[in-house]
């Protein structure tokens, strides 16, 4: 069992930055590969980016470019730098994990066994 705490969520201005933070507890996250979603209101939880345990990393094509997760192992945290924020970037943002295997589909909602609380992102124009 992993549990996932996610902080550094806020209001920004566009064109802003945000550094949100996912600390895992009950399991070292070196096993596991990390994602982040993010939901808006009315609309279903989306995929953001993911990074595996071998730290190759996957973006949605909304973000890319702007986005950047990582992972430092050491602290048990899995990050998400957000630059230039765009007001469409308004959601609650998840981190999820799921333990290590070969195949890993990283955009599937499915594919992610433990989830966060979620913190949410508010970015005005």
């Known amino acids: 069992q992993v549990q996932l705490v996610e902080s550094g969520g806020g209001l920004v201005q566009a064109g802003g930055s945000l550094r949100l933070s996912c600390a895992a507890s009950?399991?070292?996250?070196?096993?596991?590969?990390m994602g982040w979603f993010r939901q808006a209101p009315g609309k279903e939880r989306e995929f953001v980016a993911a990074?595996?345990?071998?730290?190759?990393?996957y973006y949605a094509d909304s973000v890319k470019g702007r986005f950047t997760i990582s992972r430092d192992n050491a602290k048990n945290t899995v990050y998400l730098q957000m630059n230039s924020l765009k007001p469409e970037d308004t959601a609650v943002y998840y981190c999820?994990?799921?333990?290590?295997?070969?195949?890993?589909?990283?955009?599937?909602?499915?594919?992610?066994?433990?989830w966060g609380q979620g913190t949410q992102v508010t970015v005005s124009s």
């Open positions: 009950g399991r070292t996250l070196s096993t596991y590969h």
């Open positions: 999820t994990a799921r333990y290590y295997r070969d195949s890993y589909y990283p955009s599937q909602r499915d594919e992610y066994n433990y």
């Open positions: 990074i595996s345990r071998s730290v190759n990393t």
